[in-house]
């Protein structure tokens, strides 16, 4: 009886951490630093800019969305990750490849390097 209610007050404590305000919070644990590698892309785009309506080559197209606010990401053969972080060495590799180093969490990569 004693382990249910120190079970119960414990699952309390954590959903009332996660509450905020009227809304719901998440809680992303990031886990160690990986190196993934793929192409520079943003997530407006994502694997190919054919569908944009002016004639812009895949850097100048991942700069220009970015430049009005479109998160980069980083495509990969078997995914796509949304990067944060490091703008300026991410503007720098748009439209190449890349290799990425950071805190990986689902499909999010905190970015602490850029390699090209």
Do not use: N, W
């Amino acid at each position: 009886m004693k382990t249910r209610r120190l079970a119960a007050i414990a699952l309390a404590a954590l959903v009332s951490e996660t509450l905020v305000g009227s809304g719901l919070s998440r809680t992303v644990v990031f886990a160690a630093e990986q190196t993934v590698t793929g192409t520079v892309s943003d997530a407006a785009c994502g694997k190919s800019h054919a569908g944009m309506p002016k004639p812009l080559s895949d850097r100048e197209c991942t700069q220009d969305c970015a430049s009005k606010g479109t998160p980069y990401v980083l495509v990969t053969d078997a995914r796509i990750y949304k990067l944060t972080g490091h703008a300026g060495d991410l503007k720098a590799a748009a439209g190449r490849a890349a290799t990425i180093t950071g805190d990986v969490s689902g499909d999010t990569i905190r970015v602490t390097r850029v390699q090209r």
